[in-house]
T-cell receptor, first 114, second 118 residues
Framework: QQQVKQSPQSLIVQKGGISIINCAYE??????FPWYQQFPGKGPALLIA?????SEKKEGRFTISFNKSAKQFSLHIMDSQPGDSATYFC?????????????FGSGTQLTVLP | GAVVSQHPSRVICKSGTSVKIECRSL??????MFWYRQFPKKSLMLMAT?????????EQGVEKDKFLINHASLTLSTLTVTSAHPEDSSFYIC??????????????FGPGTRLLVL
């Protein structure tokens, strides 16, 4: 019940295209859903996060779409750039008990072709 | 945003030696610190969670005697890999959350430490 399933495992997009990464969760106690961006040899950096009281959050070229009933959320990167090439992790966390720890998805390696 | 630093960024040691990795929160009080391990092209695996001034809580399968965690202050946590072996070679990442202006406890990550045990 702690799992967060992420897909696809890898994604190749042309410059200027839209990158879409999907995640699904099972634990209804989760109430905080961040996305992290990680470059090789670096720690993850918080990109954007959402709480389930809204269905969408946008920050610049990055948008999270959240579907509470389906227990799914996705990251959309508009006008993808080569500099966006990195590994992206979705995560989820709740307020109580074991759900208080961040549970990470398996990661998506994004390559944006110039 | 909040900054978390780690030192060293990479370390090479001989098998059997102990290695200490430091994690510091630079501009906020880290009431909770987390230590993760990451293998190449894999996700982050939580090793332990520590609250300032109390013993760390280790995840199942993580040897507490091998991975010693100390969270002595609100800005510093250390991970000591004791009697390191080649299989301990990995990327170790710390993370911190705490009182920093936000309503929710956003978790910030350090840059990671690459450990290679020969």
């Amino acid at each position: 019940q702690q799992q967060v399933k992420q897909s696809p495992q890898s994604l190749i997009v042309q410059k200027g295209g839209i990158s879409i990464i999907n995640c699904a969760y099972e634990n209804t106690a989760f109430d905080y859903f961040p996305w992290y961006q990680q470059f090789p040899g670096k720690g993850p950096a918080l990109l954007i996060a959402i709480r389930p009281d809204v269905s969408e959050k946008k920050e610049g070229r990055f948008t999270i779409s959240f579907n509470k009933s389906a227990k799914q959320f996705s990251l959309h990167i508009m006008d993808s750039q080569p500099g966006d090439s990195a590994t992206y992790f979705c995560a989820a966390r709740g307020l109580e008990g074991s759900a208080r720890q961040l549970t990470f998805g398996s990661g998506t390696q994004l390559t944006v072709l110039p | 945003g909040a900054v978390v630093s780690q030192h060293p960024s990479r370390v090479i040691c001989k098998s059997g030696t102990s290695v200490k990795i430091e994690c510091r929160s630079l501009d906020f009080q880290a009431t909770t610190m987390f230590w993760y391990r990451q293998f190449p092209k894999k996700s982050l695996m939580l090793m332990a969670t520590s609250n300032e001034g109390s013993k760390a809580t280790y995840e199942q399968g993580v040897e507490k005697d091998k991975f010693l965690i100390n969270h002595a202050s609100l800005t510093l946590s250390t991970l000591t890999v004791t009697s390191a072996h080649p299989e301990d070679s990995s990327f170790y990442i710390c993370s911190a959350s705490g009182r920093y202006l936000w309503k929710q406890e956003t978790q910030y990550f350090g840059p990671g430490t690459r450990l290679l045990v020969l």
